[in-house]
């Protein structure tokens, strides 16, 4: 990925391309799933309502104004949730007696960054050796010893070292513009 979400949220504003809208689906289709289970939003109604959510953006985001100051996922967390208390207040003749958080807590927090952390994986894993990535992948993400992994491939334990520092140096450049 060549833009921060920030960037291609502007990108998507002024004159998005179907490139855009892909890649913006795909960082934010996960956290909006999430989101719909933790609203209680049975299986069957998920991806239509997502779908309304994307839809609904893509019309309000020409008219508004990007402002970093304040958390893009909780404008659009609204919008899901408003979607969803729609949707209620159709199949119900009566008040509204679902409770709907009106924000995004924390564990969306932690998901998201979740979410972008895979997407990052997926962005440098074709930059590097097949060697390079087991090492990276068994010392880094399983924990386990250098000098097994080294032993496993053949390698000087200096090798896995090398390969896991330039694994983890190209995912913080990564993560660095994803999280900007």
Same mark, same amino acid.
């Given at each position: ?57 893509? $019309? ?5 104004? +990007? ?9 659009? +967390? ?40 895979? $997407? ?40 896995? +070292? ?19």
């Amino acid at each position: 990925m060549d833009r921060t979400p920030a960037s291609l949220i502007e990108q998507l504003r002024q004159r998005p391309t179907g490139a855009e809208w892909a890649q913006f689906v795909q960082l934010y289709s996960p956290v909006l799933l999430g989101w719909t289970r933790r609203l209680g939003v049975p299986d069957a109604d998920r991806a239509d309502l997502i779908q309304d959510t994307f839809v609904s953006l893509l $019309r309000a985001l020409p008219a508004s104004r +990007y402002d970093p100051t304040r958390r893009f996922r909780n404008w659009l +967390y609204a919008i899901l949730a408003n979607h969803w208390k729609d949707r209620l207040r159709r199949r119900s003749p009566g008040p509204l007696t679902i409770d709907v958080p009106d924000a995004a807590d924390e564990s969306d927090e932690s998901e998201y960054r979740a979410v972008l952390l895979r $997407r990052a994986l997926e962005i440098v894993r074709p930059e590097f050796s097949e060697r390079d990535w087991k090492s990276f992948v068994d010392s880094a993400l399983h924990g386990r010893p250098i000098a097994d992994v080294a032993a496993e491939l053949d390698v000087s334990p200096n090798v896995v +070292y090398l390969a896991r520092s330039r694994v983890l140096r190209r995912l913080r450049t990564v993560l660095g513009e994803l999280f900007e």
